[in-house]
Nanobody, 121 residues
Framework: QVHAVESGGGLVQAGESLRLSCAAS????????MGWFRQAPGKEREFVAA????????YYTDSVKGRFTISRDNAKNTVNLEMNSLKPEDTAVYYC??????????????WGQGTQVTVSS
């Protein structure tokens, strides 16, 4: 099991950018896909983006394509999410976790505290 601590959230205006980071632990980190998920107020947790074990393949939900970029550094056990052109609807708590590859499904299991992203209009 991969455990992670998210950071980098904050309060920004629409159109601005943020870069989220996920510090992961676990001996299997470098051999598994990782993803970002988010939960907006009053809504269920949803898939945002995923990256495979090698970093060669990425997968995004339609609403963030062209705006968000997921990346990873296996040597540092980190996965990042560069968020550009942020919109108010991006407001949510963001989490990293192992994804169900090439789907928008939300996995069960361990979830950390996440990091809050708030986008004002």
């Amino acid at each position: 099991q991969v455990h992670a601590v998210e950071s980098g959230g904050g309060l920004v205006q629409a159109g601005e950018s943020l870069r989220l980071s996920c510090a992961a632990s676990g001996r299997t980190f470098s051999s598994v896909a990782m993803g970002w998920f988010r939960q907006a107020p009053g809504k269920e947790r949803e898939f945002v983006a995923a990256i495979d074990w090698s970093g060669d393949y990425t997968y995004y939900t339609d609403s963030v394509k062209g705006r968000f970029t997921i990346s990873r550094d296996n040597a540092k056990n980190t996965v990042n999410l560069e968020m550009n052109s942020l919109k108010p609807e991006d407001t949510a708590v963001y989490y990293c976790n192992t994804p169900i590859w090439a789907t928008t499904k939300v996995p069960i299991g361990y979830w950390g505290q996440g990091t809050q992203v708030t986008v004002s209009s």
